[in-house]
């Protein structure tokens, strides 16, 4: 069952670590709880783990500049739209997001 978590980082990185023991720790509950609903689904008992695999990575929100406007996409498609100049959007703390494939023993 895979899992996914996620955890805010300081923009120096410098709780990084910290960041990935929360995010694994939300990746794992969500592939539990997967994976438990699945079994009451099927009928069957949720054993314990046989196998975890860990991916993680990081990202971080960048404003964009967007143009004064966007032409129709097809003839007779209608007027081109007006968009603003800049999108407001303030520069975001880095992400952690990490991905869990847990296996469980079933009976």
């Known amino acids: 069952m895979t899992g996914t978590g996620t955890a805010a980082m300081k923009a120096n990185l410098s709780d990084r670590a910290t960041a990935e023991r929360s995010a694994i720790a939300a990746a794992l509950a969500d592939a539990k709880a997967q994976a438990e609903a699945v079994a009451s689904a099927a009928d069957v ?34 007027p081109a739209v007006k968009l603003p100049t800049s999108v407001p959007t303030e520069p975001g703390a880095p992400e952690l997001a990490v991905s869990v494939t847990v296996e469980y023993r079933i009976g």
């Open 45 to 78: 008992t949720l054993g314990g783990v046989l196998s975890v695999s860990v991916s993680s990575g990081q990202s971080y929100a960048v404003p964009m500049m967007v143009p004064n406007s966007v032409p129709p996409t097809a003839p007779g498609a209608g």
